[in-house]
């Protein structure tokens, strides 16, 4: 299956430390995509790295992918109560079409 | 810019009838996707359009499920006859022509008893 496998399931941290999620996928990909999404605004796209990319930043976001390895991860630095959410892997076979991960659930504790 | 719209939010019908749900892109999106999302699991994609045509509806229980895009804006999802299994979140989501960003609607929640 192409789709993307999130790693841990379930995250639980303290208001200030870092959040790494992992995601692992199958086959080749055009581009992988991070989304974020809690009760109070949906589903809401993160961050797109290209295929051809190693590292993308955005603000307190940083997403690696390593294509030979197939795998990436997302890091949220400085977490906030406000990032609890469930977050989600979705691995772009072509440019226009995207296959979501089980996800990642982050609770973070204030 | 409005989102994108989604009714109704909530939906609670018996098995074996029949539910409708609307989708109303953000304007000038040339593509929308259906995506039904069972609780706990990650959205999975039932169908895509690029305007009014059908791009991929590989994974659209066909038997049950039809969808339309008549005039290429807004959309409807039916399920007809619904079956417990399809109790879920459906969401509708839609991307600009030079875009891969997709931008999610609020979703239906659907409960069949």
């Known amino acids: 299956s192409q789709q993307g496998e999130e790693d841990p399931q379930a995250l639980s941290i303290q208001e200030g430390e870092n959040a790494t999620m992992n995601c692992s996928y199958k086959?080749?990909?055009?581009?992988l995509q991070w989304y974020r999404q809690n009760s109070g605004r949906g589903l809401v796209h993160l961050i797109l790295i290209r295929s051809n990319e190693r590292e993308k930043h955005s603000g307190r976001l940083r997403v690696t992918l390593d294509t030979s390895k197939k795998s990436s991860s997302l890091l949220i630095t400085a977490s906030r109560a406000a990032d609890t959410a469930s977050y989600f892997c979705?691995?772009?076979?072509?440019?226009?079409?995207?296959?979501f991960g089980p996800g990642t659930s982050l609770s973070v504790i204030p | 810019e409005a989102g994108v719209a989604q009714s109704p939010r909530y939906k609670i019908i018996e098995k074996r009838q029949s539910v409708a749900f609307w989708c109303n892109p953000i304007?000038?999106?040339?593509?929308l996707y259906w995506y039904q999302q069972i609780l706990g699991q990650g959205p999975k994609l039932l169908i895509q359009f690029q305007n009014n045509g059908v791009v991929d509806d590989s994974q659209l229980p066909k038997d049950r499920f039809s969808a339309e895009r008549l005039k290429g804006v807004d959309s409807t999802l039916k399920i007809q006859p619904a079956k417990l299994e399809d109790s879920a979140v459906y969401l509708c989501a839609s991307v600009g022509l030079a875009g891969v960003e997709q931008f999610f609607g609020p979703g239906t929640r659907l409960t069949v008893l």
């Open positions: 304007s000038g999106h040339a593509t």
């Open positions: 979705a691995t772009a076979p072509s440019y226009d079409k995207v296959i």
């Open positions: 086959t080749s990909i055009n581009n």
